[in-house]
């Protein structure tokens, strides 16, 4: 079951119309819904029987955020949007860090692809975007697949084609590869898909009309078909909605300030699509004005990124003039900044200074609960301030193989990623997680004693004494004092709420007498605010470690045997595995027939085949 604890999430959200997304905990959409009353719609999914899907969804839920309209009209529009850009999986049965990506076009070629694109745009062919997420993008080239079927195929995969692929037959492609279609017509698909990523649908909904008519004269009644639904699709996307410009490309930014934090929600329009909003929480100077935020994010937010040519602004910002002259310069094209807005542009900065207050709400409202977790965290542990800095170590392995250790990092904000750390452990003994522990302690807090990371308060180890004393022998080892050591292990019952927690003072040795100290370790109780916050600190160092390990563990199986014997290299690797249809008919060979595959001779085949049947024999 998830650990979101929609409790604490609920008094968050607002009674008004809008819409909300269900993300995992990646941050990928799960659900997007609309509602007249959003806070009554959310909290009827943990407050009511569901059906299995709804279950399952639930059960992944790690974050929701809404984004409020003024009505419910509003709302269905733009659900309705957000579910075309980003696919959630769980609308299918209701029916449905890092630069920005691009859908890329290479029209330096006879048949140009469409494709997903990030990175610097230097090369040759046509970019289009920026979009605000991977989502966005991929959305985009499904919905182009099935109105202009531009190949979108790799060109190492197009150029070795002898027939047409599955693409072609499910009609999403036109069979450029194998020459079933000529390169005028292919470019009139390209045209048109061009266009409809300029924002242009209506030119190409008047093009599509023209030869649609001609076609049916020409008793093409079919093609005529396919004509007249490619006109019904694109004229549903065209539809106009509250939320989503008159064509073309605009920033919808506002920025709000409470209680010394600000809150900047950006709503991004391409080619007159909403493609979705994004919240920042900069850091600002405390006497700082809207004004003087707004200039300073401008300015920095647009320094790697493309600049529309109109961004609509919620208040003037300081040197209005000098920085729209600065972006234009940059864009090439020139940028207006306007904040004197009257109808629909008012709107549309009037729903972002909504979204904004809300953003900044909830921000506060989870601080606040952080900052309440910490004070009785300090309390409990009799500590004579709030800890600024506290770190978590965990180890993750399978059966004692590939073993990886965690540090994360929280401060008084909570969970510093940056400094979020992993150590891929290697000559132990399987399975030895002191040993583990011990190496990971060693590489990190040799760091500490250079200088090049500061020493944390608290240090938390998942497990009871034994791990603890471990970690106090190494920091002893190391000369390092002033910090207090907490383990943290499972009660009797191995239940959630029932935890542990094993005190040591500094690195010289294990307090034994009192509570938390010995044989009388603390037991805070399951609704302890200070355990609330041990267990979000652990589960963190847990998951980090696990993800750490998967990763490692994945990258190892997908490494070929064959890549570490000697003489053999990518290209008669290649060849072997092409002979025998891949590793498991190559393991089935004798040495003979592995000896006739062009450029491995009888000896290199020899290694080969005692090398694969080894790995044969050790898999369980």
């Given at each position: 079951m998830s650990s979101f604890d929609h409790r604490a999430k609920l008094p968050q959200i607002p009674t008004e119309p809008g819409v909300y997304r269900m993300l995992d905990a990646d941050g990928t959409p799960l659900y997007v819904g609309k509602a007249k009353?959003?806070?009554?719609?959310?909290?009827?999914?943990?407050?009511?029987?569901?059906?299995?899907?709804?279950?399952?969804?639930?059960?992944?839920?790690?974050?929701?955020?809404?984004?409020?309209?003024?009505?419910?009209?509003?709302?269905?529009?733009?659900?309705?949007?957000?579910?075309?850009?980003?696919?959630?999986?769980?609308?299918?049965l209701l029916r449905d860090d890092k630069s920005y990506p691009y859908i890329y076009l290479s029209t330096q070629d006879a048949f140009p692809r469409l494709s997903f694109y990030r990175g610097p745009r230097k090369g040759e062919g046509r970019y289009f975007g920026p979009y605000p997420s991977a989502w966005a993008v991929r959305e985009t080239l499904h919905l182009l697949q099935k109105l202009f079927p531009v190949r979108q195929c790799r060109d190492?995969?197009?150029?070795?084609?002898?027939?047409?692929?599955?693409?072609?037959?499910?009609?999403?492609?036109?069979?450029?590869?194998?020459?079933?279609?000529?390169?005028?017509?292919?470019?009139?698909?390209?045209?048109?898909?061009?266009?409809?990523?300029e924002g242009r649908t209506g030119e190409v909904i008047a093009e599509l009309g023209e030869r649609m008519e001609q076609a049916a004269e020409a008793l093409e009644f079919e093609r005529a078909a396919v004509l007249r639904d490619q006109i019904v699709t694109l004229q549903r996307i065209q539809q106009r909605?509250?939320?989503?410009?008159?064509?073309?490309?605009?920033?919808?930014?506002?920025?709000?300030?409470?209680?010394?934090?600000?809150?900047?929600?950006?709503?991004?329009?391409?080619?007159?699509?909403?493609?979705?909003?994004?919240?920042?929480?900069?850091?600002?100077?405390?006497?700082?004005?809207?004004?003087a935020v707004l200039a300073g994010f401008l300015?920095?937010?647009?320094?790697?990124?493309?600049?529309?040519?109109?961004?609509?602004?919620?208040?003037?910002?300081?040197?209005?003039?000098?920085?729209?002259?600065?972006?234009?310069?940059?864009?090439?094209?020139?940028?207006?900044?306007?904040h004197r807005l009257r109808g629909e542009r008012a709107r549309w900065v009037e729903m972002a200074v909504n979204n904004a207050a809300l953003a900044l709400k909830?921000?506060?409202?989870?601080?606040?609960?952080?900052?309440?977790?910490?004070?009785?965290?300090?309390?409990?542990?009799?500590?004579?301030?709030?800890?600024?800095r506290m770190e978590c170590f965990d180890i993750s392995h399978t059966q004692g193989e590939l073993t990886v250790a965690s540090c994360v990092v929280f401060d008084d904000e909570g969970p510093r990623k940056s400094d979020y750390r992993r150590f891929n452990i290697e000559g132990i003994t399987q399975g030895d997680d002191y040993a583990a522990l011990e190496q990971a302690l060693l590489r990190r807090y040799r760091r500490v004693q250079t200088g090049e990371v500061p020493l944390p308060d608290l240090l938390f180890i998942d497990g009871g004494k034994?791990?603890?004393?471990?970690?106090?022998?190494?920091?002893?080892?190391?000369?390092?004092?002033?910090?207090?050591?907490?383990?943290?292990?499972?009660?009797?019952?191995?239940?959630?709420?029932?935890?542990?927690?094993?005190?040591?003072?500094?690195?010289?040795?294990?307090?034994?007498?009192g509570q938390g100290k010995g044989g009388a370790p603390i037991i805070a109780g399951a609704d302890?605010?200070?355990?609330?916050?041990?267990?979000?600190?652990?589960?963190?160092?847990?998951?980090?470690?696990?993800?750490?390990?998967?990763?490692?563990?994945?990258?190892?199986?997908?490494?070929?045997?064959?890549?570490?014997?000697?003489?053999?290299?990518?290209?008669?690797?290649?060849?072997?595995?092409?002979?025998?249809?891949?590793?498991?008919?190559?393991?089935?060979?004798?040495?003979?027939?592995?000896?006739?595959?062009?450029?491995?001779?009888?000896?290199?085949?020899?290694?080969?085949?005692?090398?694969?049947?080894?790995?044969?024999?050790?898999?369980?």
């Open positions: 009353n959003l806070k009554r719609r959310v909290s009827s999914y943990f407050g009511r029987a569901l059906n299995r899907r709804l279950q399952l969804m639930v059960a992944q839920i790690a974050d929701i955020q809404v984004t409020v309209t003024r009505t419910e009209g509003e709302a269905l529009l733009l659900e309705s949007d957000l579910i075309k850009t980003h696919r959630p999986r769980f609308n299918v190492s995969f197009y150029q070795s084609r002898t027939r047409a692929c599955l693409q072609y037959q499910i009609k999403r492609c036109t069979g450029p590869c194998v020459d079933l279609i000529s390169p005028q017509d292919y470019a009139v698909d390209v045209a048109h898909t061009i266009k409809f990523l909605q509250y939320v989503t410009a008159d064509g073309g490309d605009v920033d919808i930014i506002a920025a709000v300030e409470e209680a010394g934090t600000v809150c900047i929600q950006v709503f991004f329009i391409r080619a007159g699509r909403n493609l979705g909003n994004k919240a920042f929480f900069p850091q600002v100077p405390t006497d700082a004005d809207q004004a300015a920095q937010f647009y320094v790697d990124k493309e600049i529309p040519p109109e961004v609509l602004l919620n208040a003037e910002p300081d040197e209005a003039a000098f920085l729209s002259a600065a972006l234009s310069e940059r864009a090439e094209q020139r940028v207006a900044l306007k909830t921000r506060l409202g989870s601080r606040a609960g952080y900052t309440r977790r910490l004070e009785a965290l300090r309390d409990l542990l009799d500590l004579e301030d709030l800890p600024r034994g791990q603890l004393g471990a970690v106090a022998g190494v920091l002893d080892g190391l000369g390092i004092d002033g910090v207090k050591l907490i383990g943290v292990s499972k009660g009797p019952d191995r239940k959630a709420g029932a935890e542990q927690l094993w005190l040591a003072e500094g690195a010289s040795e294990l307090l034994d007498e302890s605010p200070a355990l609330h916050l041990v267990q979000q600190i652990r589960d963190e160092a847990h998951r980090f470690a696990i993800t750490g390990h998967r990763q490692r563990r994945d990258k190892a199986r997908k490494t070929s045997t064959l890549e570490d014997i000697p003489g053999v290299g990518p290209k008669r690797r290649q060849s072997l595995l092409r002979a025998f249809g891949g590793l498991r008919g190559l393991t089935r060979a004798a040495p003979e027939d592995i000896a006739r595959v062009e450029g491995v001779s009888a000896r290199l085949a020899c290694q080969i085949h005692e090398a694969l049947q080894a790995q044969h024999d050790s898999a369980p």
